[in-house]
């Protein structure tokens, strides 16, 4: 099992920038990747940024890319998402996720971080 503890978040206005991070512990070595959510009010959790573990390869959701960098640091197990450009509709709660190599899915999750981008 992989553990996950969030940090970073808060309140930003509108064009700024904000860096969250997510440190894992436990059975790091099997992690195959790791992936950042998020989800608003009233809507269903979106998967925004994914990064491959081993190759550092990354996917980005169409609403975020060119405007959100997910990023690692294997020597310390962390993963971050820097924001910028924030946008009122980006407000929400992050989460961050983990998938070892023996999942087909998400199955680690960090404990959430609310994101509120003021207009």
């Known amino acids: 099992q992989v553990q996950l503890v969030q940090s970073g978040g808060g309140l930003v206005q509108a064009g700024g920038s904000l860096r969250l991070s997510c440190a894992a512990s436990?059975?790091?070595?099997?992690?195959?990747?790791m992936g950042w959510f998020r989800q608003a009010p009233g809507k269903m959790r979106e998967l925004v940024a994914t990064?491959?573990?081993?190759?550092?390869?990354?996917v980005y959701a169409d609403s975020v890319k060119g405007r959100f960098t997910i990023s690692r640091d294997k020597a310390k197990n962390t993963v971050y998402l820097q924001m910028s450009s924030l946008k009122p509709e980006d407000t929400a709660v992050y989460y961050c996720?983990?998938?070892?190599?023996?999942?087909?899915?998400?199955?680690?999750w960090g404990q959430g971080t609310q994101v509120t981008v003021s207009s």
């Open positions: 436990g059975r790091t070595f099997s992690i195959a990747a």
């Open positions: 996720g983990g998938r070892s190599l023996a999942e087909r899915d998400f199955g680690s």
């Open positions: 990064i491959f573990w081993s190759t550092g390869s990354t």
